[in-house]
């Protein structure tokens, strides 16, 4: 008895709509001149207070009319953003999924969302975790952009997960660059053992990489709204920062730098203390 092959016909179909379908989505997707990700701590070196600020200062900086001009002074005129918040190695929270940017309308329907509830801590520090998960959210955007970068905020080094350097060179690999905004607000919180005193050291030489890569440390919580806003003023136009000359741009160093990139790990197995492991 011969073999029936009446399914491989509709098997051909649906491969063929399968990858019609790819090519209409590639096709399809909408250009944009920045795809960017806010990254932004959530550890429990935060208090409610200081995670208040954080959500406060980028809501105000995106609806500042700076960032909006330079928005809209792109080649496409539009950003795809998203707004995530992190903690430990499996600690992302998607706070704003891939949105449109395009006008002041949008920037305050976003920084709404910012607003909707608290943020909500955790324990650990994984900025590796944070790169990872930012890759992913990459890899689903349905946008095109320009330029991709992932931007991190954060008050400690890495201790959870891959080794922070690993990650940050697999994205900068694809051709995504990342920045960083150093909280080095040490007394603010609840500070500890795992502060570190060069934390903008660390995350020039550790942590940001990739084209036109750059980090602007925050040394006191006073400064973060303008160094949230200078900052996405140099992501969006590449260009002048805007009137905030107190806060230095410190770019990413060519040559490798003396920071030891597994500080963090290091400071988490030497804890002489069982009681205090939330950081």
Known sequence: MSRSRRPRPALHAGLLLTVAGALCGSAQ???VDVELILAVDVSLSMSPDELAIQRDGYAAALTHHDVVRAIEGGVHGKIA???VEWAGADVQHVIVPWTIVANAGDAHRVAEKLTLSPSNSARRTSISGALHFAADLFAESVHRGMRRVVDVSGDGPNNQGTPVAEARDALVA??????????MTTGAGYAG?????????????????????FMI?????????EAVRRKLVLELAGGGAGKARSLPVVRASAEPGGTDCLIGEKMWLNRSWMWDSDR
């Not at 440390?217 to 709204?225: C, E, K, R």
């Open 29 to 31: 997707a909408e250009p």
């Open 193 to 213: 053992r795992f502060d570190l005193a060069e934390l903008d050291a660390y995350y020039r030489d550790c942590v940001i990489g990739g084209p036109g890569a």
């Open 81 to 83: 953003i998203a707004y």
């Open 174 to 183: 694809r051709g995504i660059t990342v920045n960083g905004l150093p909280l």
């Open 217 to 225: 440390p925050v040394n006191d919580w006073s400064q973060f709204p």
